[in-house]
């Protein structure tokens, strides 16, 4: 989506539109896979993870779903390359300085929220509304705990 905004013609073609369409597929056919007991053994693994426990990711039962979008991601990557400038922490500019200006080193802190009984609706609501889509409960709970 971000590249036809910005109008990189890789994503702007009937090829890239029928990758997309084969990677949709790809997901729904790893979806239909799962049982209910996997997707509550996968529930229960991200809620492990989010608190901060050790969990080996290759066992979750979702694992062909996240397969199918690692591969879409390295794929939009190839087509945003010499499109979009990427930076990291470890960036430098043409004389060797270091383009990231004396940021912080990145820190993930995880934080505990107590959310009172009309957010906690809402969450429910808004997963209710949006088919339980983990996605979105996942961005929304992280955008909830900044």
Avoid: C
Avoid at 64 to 82: A, C, E, K, P, Y
């Amino acid at each position: 989506m971000l590249g036809r905004l910005i109008g990189i013609p890789a994503f702007r073609s009937i090829v890239a539109d029928e990758q997309d369409h084969a990677d949709l597929t790809m997901v729904r056919k790893e979806q239909k896979k799962l049982t209910g007991k996997d997707r509550m053994k996968s529930r229960d693994m991200q809620s492990r993870l989010l608190a901060g426990e050790q969990v080996d990711m290759n066992q979750d039962p979702r694992i062909g779903i996240r397969n199918v979008l690692l591969m879409q991601v390295s794929r939009m990557r190839q087509l945003f390359d010499g499109q979009v400038i990427r930076r990291s922490h470890d960036s430098v500019d043409n004389e060797g300085h270091s383009v990231m200006g004396g940021l912080l080193p990145l820190e993930n802190l995880i934080v505990p929220i107590v959310l009172s009984q009309a957010e906690q609706n809402s969450v429910h609501a808004h997963a209710e509304t949006l088919g339980k889509s983990y996605v979105f409960l996942f961005i929304l709970l992280t955008y909830m705990a900044v």
